[in-house]
């Protein structure tokens, strides 16, 4: 390299020279080399606060349940021919009796407190939520002077009453499963052989408070479930003018880029309360999938080709250069795969309900959203092709990072699977509250989507 | 202050980042064709640099470290732009050097500033060769181009900043 004096004295002038750096720089490199820490931890934080309280806020309940030290609970029985097949239900008075006849096991005699307790579930509204022993139950269990066992009863334990908490679940109908007089035309046989499980719970003379039968007082059964959701979709979109003067450009847009799908994965969160409500969040990814499709007729392009020699002149080198520029008018055709993906928090409400044996549920909710990125090209209103790369445009963006809310409402058939899993079926509607793109755009850009999912919901 | 950085310490670097953002500004300036530009590289530099700042294994100057990747950083929108340089017609060059004198009476910003204004490829080259220190092979390795265009993209570098001072200057001396 060989530098002169000019060159030297720029270099020397210039090369550690300081310029003035602008003041929001460092926020923005920090922005970047830690992506989303700020803005997603708040939002992150939502619907983990909001299912961290509503497990406390289970927790808190089960422990008003008989759980004391002297408190035996004996594992849930199954729905089972075994279960019904000695039962002859004539009555409320006779569930009543049969609970009673439990009691009668004890060796204490029956307080004030088991007979309003028996008179408690003997009320019609709770009639189908128990179960009765059957004679050869009740030989097993003890105090009946026999050595088996059942559960974590032992022979020999002081009992005063005994209650079954089940839990209704629209089962199968096992109605075959018992005696034929009774599936044929006994409405009670039918109710009870939606019974899915029950809890047997024995308490001692010293619990004579606790209720026997906490599940169906006044107070609703909480219970948690997950549910995994893939949804497969038909997004619409909606380019708004925010510049009547661009109503070309607008059109222009809607001309090159087409709309294809969108896919959705959702990981939730809840709670079923009662039979009919459920609640859920938790957290979710949404991609939407378009075609970029651009062709330009009068399109040019100008190659440069420099030719430069050496040349002496009276001893002296010179340095000639010849400069041609080709320009080139054609077609050019561009197209790419475009596609935006959302982070989506959704809070949802559903309410399930039966029509015969079928249950249906409708749902609702609203979803925050933002964008993680977006990809592949659009035209600018000077009709050049730019990129919409994240990547590419940190400095000059055009789509938000907080895209904002949507409003959700669907409807759907839920199915159940083994044990206390749900396959679900669903369609639903997505309506985008605000513009996906920033304030100064001259269009703003939402979309609104069709949408059918399929989801695996487990209950604990 | 570098080992943080490798840990990804935010306040190490922070510290490198108030160290060396003023003068890799400049850098960036000298390639950019505006601040915004300018402001861009800077930005994209320093994020390439804190993710890469374990490549370094210390040896030679941080500091030479650190502009490399600011060059090349600026090198990468040129190259992105590059469709932008157009020349036409038959030239002539004398092997000519910008007057020395004349430059004194700059002040640096205006000298950047006077940099920044030359066409894209010259400008490029300039700052390669003379600023950065690259010889012709390194710059057209690294721009592509062939050894005697870089040799004459720094000709007409030259020749069109001396003409832009001597254009600049020739009022305060009258």
Redesign the interface.
Known sequence: ?N?????R???S??????????SH??D???Q???PGRKKWFFWILIPVGLLGSIFLGLNYQQEDLPETPNQTILPALSTSEKTFSNQEIESDHEVAGQILAGSQLSKNPISQSDKSAAKEITRPKTKKILSVFSEAQLQTLPGSGQEARLGNLHTGDSLNSLAVIAEPKWQEDHSDLLPQRRASNSREAKELTYLESRTLFALRDEDPNIDICPSFSSTLQIKPFVEIALWGGLPFKNLSLRDAELKPYRDLRNSTEKTRSSIAFQVLGGLDIGDEIEVKTGLGITRIFEVFDYVDQTATR?I?H?V?DTIFVNG??????????VTEYGQRVKLSQNSFTLFNVPILAAYKFEVGHHRFFVQGGITWNFALRSRGDILAADEQIISIDTRDR??NPIYKSQVGIDLIGGLGYEYNLKEKNVLRIMASFTHMLSDMTIEGYPLGQRYDHIQLGLSWKHQF | MIEGCVR?D?SC??QL??LY???M??VC??YARNR?DA??I???G??RL??NIKQYKGKGSFEGWIRRIFVNASLKKYQAKK?N???????????E????T???SLS??E??EQ?RQLPEGYRVVFNM???E???HKEISETLGINE??S??QL??ARKHLQNKITTMTMPHES
């Open positions: 390299m530098l002169d004096g000019a060159d004295d720029i270099r002038r210039i090369y550690s020279y300081e310029s003035d750096v602008p720089m460092w923005s490199i920090d970047r080399l830690r100008t440069t420099i430069t002296q080198p010179q340095v000639r250069t010849d400069t041609n520029i940190v400095s | 990804q935010a670097q922070k980042f108030l953002s003023r003068k500004m400049t300036l000298r915004a402001e861009d800077l930005q994209d320093f994020v804190f993710q469709w340089m157009e020349q036409s017609g038959l030239d002539y060059h004398q092997n050097a910008v007057d020395a004349v430059i004194s640096e910003k000298i950047i940099i060769y003379v600023i220190g690259y010889s005697a265009t040799r004459t000709l007409k």
